[in-house]
T-cell receptor, first 116, second 117 residues
Framework: SQKIEQNSEALNIQEGKTATLTCNYT??????LQWYRQDPGRGPVFLLL?????KEKRKERLKVTFDTTLKQSLFHITASQPADSATYLC???????????????FGGGTRVLVKP | NAGVTQTPKFRVLKTGQSMTLLCAQD?????MYWYRQDPGMGLRLIHY???????AKGEVPDGYNVSRLKKQNFLLGLESAAPSQTSVYFC????????????????FGQGTRLTVV
C-alpha cells in the first residue's frame, strides 16, 4: 500500500524566515500531490496541488516542489508569519492509477509554530 | 453555501452502543470520504464513495459501515462501538477525480469528536 511520511516533529521558526516541510512517499508514484492546512479543532483546508509533470507550483508566499525521482515533495512558506502556525498535511492523489482506486491518502502532518 | 456539514459535533458512547454519523454536502460533489484522525496517525481513510449508491473500503474499514443513498449525504455507522474507535471523524467531498486536468481539492467538514467509554 502507499505510504506517506512527514516529519512528525514540530517545526519552530522565527517570523520572517522560510519554513520548509518534507513529504516522502513510497510504493508507487502518485499522479498528483496535494497540500492542506489544518488548524486546531478544524477540518483540513486545501492549499495547493502539484502534478507529476510540474516541478514547482507557487501561490502567494507558498511554494511546492515535486521530485518523482526522489519520491519527495517540499513545501515552503516564505516570509513566515505567526498566522501561518498550523499543521500542514500532504496527500497523494492517485486518480489516474486504477489500482489505487481514486483514493486521497494523507500523511501524518507537520506542525509549524512561527514565533514573533 | 454551507459546504460540508457533519452531525453531531460531539458524542460519547458506551462500548457496544451503535450510532450513525451524518455528512451532508451542498456542492453537488460526486466523491465523498470518511476519515478518522488520531494523534500521531494522521488522517486515515475509512470508506469512500465515488457516486450515489456506491461505496468502497479505505485503509481502516473494520467496525464501520457506510451508505450513500443520496448524492448529497454519506452516512457512517458504528454497529457496536469499541474504545479503539475513539477518534475525531472527518467527512470530505470532492468533484470526480477521473479527469486528470481538474483541480479536485477535497472539502472537509468541521469534524465529529467521538469518545467510546
Amino acid at each position: 500500500s502507499q505510504k506517506i511520511e512527514q516529519n512528525s516533529e514540530a517545526l519552530n521558526i522565527q517570523e520572517g524566515k522560510t519554513a520548509t516541510l518534507t513529504c516522502n512517499y513510497t510504493n508507487y508514484s502518485p499522479a498528483y500531490l496535494q497540500w492542506y492546512r489544518q488548524d486546531p479543532g478544524r477540518g483540513p483546508v486545501f492549499l495547493l496541488l502539484i502534478r507529476e509533470n510540474e516541478k514547482e507550483k507557487r501561490k502567494e508566499r507558498l511554494k511546492v516542489t515535486f521530485d518523482t525521482t526522489l519520491k519527495q515533495s517540499l513545501f515552503h512558506i516564505t516570509a513566515s508569519q505567526p498566522a501561518d502556525s498550523a499543521t500542514y498535511l500532504c496527500a497523494l492523489d492517485s486518480r489516474v492509477i486504477k489500482a489505487a482506486g481514486n483514493k486521497l491518502t494523507f500523511g501524518g502532518g507537520t506542525r509549524v509554530l512561527v514565533k514573533p | 453555501n454551507a459546504g460540508v456539514t457533519q452531525t453531531p459535533k460531539f458524542r460519547v458512547l458506551k462500548t457496544g452502543q451503535s450510532m450513525t454519523l451524518l455528512c451532508a454536502q451542498d456542492m453537488n460533489h460526486e466523491y465523498m470520504y470518511w476519515y478518522r484522525q488520531d494523534p500521531g496517525m494522521g488522517l486515515r481513510l475509512i470508506h469512500y464513495s465515488v457516486g450515489e449508491g456506491t461505496t468502497a473500503k479505505g485503509e481502516v474499514p473494520d467496525g464501520y459501515n457506510v451508505s450513500r443513498l443520496k448524492k448529497q449525504n454519506f452516512l457512517l455507522g458504528l454497529e457496536s462501538a469499541a474504545p479503539s474507535q475513539t477518534s475525531v471523524y472527518f467527512c470530505a467531498s470532492s468533484y470526480s477525480r477521473t479527469d486528470p486536468d481538474m483541480n479536485t481539492e477535497a472539502f472537509f467538514g468541521q469534524g465529529t469528536r467521538l469518545t467510546v467509554v
